[in-house]
């Protein structure tokens, strides 16, 4: 089974960037598809990316041009690079695995990381 491990939220104007970082542990991580999700207060949890083993990647609408998604199978890692942030991109954001790929919806993920908040101030 694998556990995952979000970092690299924080507070950031708008405009601004940030990445997230995810640490996964267990076996068959490079076999896995991977994913972030994230969650606006009184919202539902919503798909933003994710990336299949290979490295083939899909986007929500409303992230592309700005967000990037990639993975170092070596190192057990997922990353999400988050550029021109908005105040509609805050959110806690999670890190999900599964078999699927793409891996857009939540009946797919079998692992969820915490979460780690990002807040975005106009």
């Known amino acids: 089974q694998v556990q995952l491990a979000e970092s690299g939220g924080g507070l950031v104007q708008a405009g601004g960037s940030l990445r997230l970082q995810c640490a996964a542990s267990g076996r068959s991580f490079s076999r896995n598809a991977m994913a972030w999700f994230r969650q606006a207060p009184g919202k539902e949890r919503r798909f933003v990316a994710t990336?299949?083993?290979?490295?083939?990647?899909a986007y929500a609408d409303s992230v592309k041009g700005r967000f990037t998604i990639s993975r170092d199978n070596a190192k057990n890692m997922v990353y999400l690079q988050m550029n021109n942030l908005e105040p509609e991109d805050t959110a806690v954001y999670y890190c999900a695995t599964g078999a699927i790929f793409p891996l857009s919806f939540l009946s797919a993920v079998k692992a969820w990381g915490q979460g780690t908040q990002v807040t975005v101030s106009s």
């Open positions: 990336i299949s083993w290979s490295g083939s990647t």
